[in-house]
């Protein structure tokens, strides 16, 4: 009877940890590329001194603790706590997307349906006859609801089809931003007393608004939809690694060939995955505009929303893990924060916080490729454990000596 004890992993071999060293590596990497830009524009502009490359560094690193005042730090870390739960929903979108082996790059059309549905409700349900709670919640099963539709046709045609997912999440994004422009063009919603023809109402105009919104950290536009998000993530966290129907969409993504022939239904399971993910990113744009001191630009046609797109990183940087998907999508606004007061400390112009976070995000793309060579240096380092130790011709001398003790009574 084999009575050995199994051997614990060692760190390395931890998928977790693997994944925090990866994403670690790709933001100490886009934040040296950062400073390199930094100190490259300081040395080519006689006006900008050296030093103002670190003082322009330290300030995108301070976040919005680089703000100034106690009060200004609490307003603007409030912000980015809200700023923050469009881009968790559309990073666990495309994370969930990911763990089934599709490439959801249809966020910003799934995005910019769930805002057009939840505007429309809560812009349209008088607040006197129906209360605004349960307006607020119409509204956001309605947006969410969108998105599940329009997240099932790339799944749809995926499973049916074999069309390539990408594809068709290009041209729904084009779609959903020409139907959103066509819905709400020369519509009462448009936010004409603010003069701001091409953003509608706020939804708190019709007594709508999210809770604690503007209360819970001084005058920021914080409200629980952050708490809301991270919520979601961890549900979607045990869905995923704790139950049956997880179970099988991870399987679909690893290889829906073999899913298939193990009895499971690969078409379902691709077409409900990317209608999840599709409700997942409405969701996100549903809580945005449910904030109430928030506007929705309905000219969308022209560009499609940034979050629906900073999704992808997120999700890259997190190694597509839901509850990782939180704490890098808040780094990621956190880094905004600190771009954004660049100005206030340095010369350098409002663009070059935009280059930083850009380049952490592209770096972002990498840790998938850093993690898996994290993974092959711990095999080869096991393989070569293996290998018997000394020189080869004392090895070949012990085995041919013959063992002259093995008659001994």
Known sequence: MNNAVPRKKSFLQREGVRSVIASLICILGGIIFGFIVLAILAAVNEKIPFSQAFVGIFTVLSGPFSAGSGELIVEEFGNMLFQSTPLIMTGLSVALAFKTGLFNIGAPGQYLMGAMGTMLVAL???????????????????????????????????????VNEVLVCIMTNWIAGNIVSWVFQN???????????????????????TLGSGEMLGSSSMDISIFIASAIAVVLYIVLNKTTFGYELRACGFNKHASKYAGMNEKRNIVLS??????????????WCLNGTTDFKWEAYQALPSDGFNGIPAALLASNNPIGVIFSSVFLKYL?????????????????????????????????????????????????????????????ADADTPDKGGDKQ
Do not use: H
């Open 124 to 162: 349209s349900i008088p607040t006197e006859s129906v209360p605004a709670w349960i307006v607020w919640i119409l509204a956001l099963l309605a947006g969410t609801a969108c998105g599940v539709i329009w997240g099932a046709i790339p799944g749809f045609f995926k499973a049916k089809f074999n």
């Open 187 to 209: 519509s009462r919603y448009i936010n004409v007393a603010d003069t701001k023809m091409n953003f509608l109402s706020k939804t708190s105009s019709n007594g709508v608004a």
């Open 274 to 287: 990317m209608a999840i993910a599709g409700g997942l990113a409405a969701c996100g744009a549903a809580l």
């Open 336 to 396: 905004v924060m600190g771009g954004s007061n660049l100005g206030a400390y340095t010369s350098f112009n409002d663009q070059v916080p935009n280059l930083i976070t850009a380049v952490i995000i592209y770096f972002s793309g990498s840790a998938k490729l850093i993690k898996e060579l994290l993974a092959r240096r711990k095999k080869r380092i096991a393989e070569e454990a293996k290998k018997p130790v000394g020189k080869p011709e004392m090895l070949k």
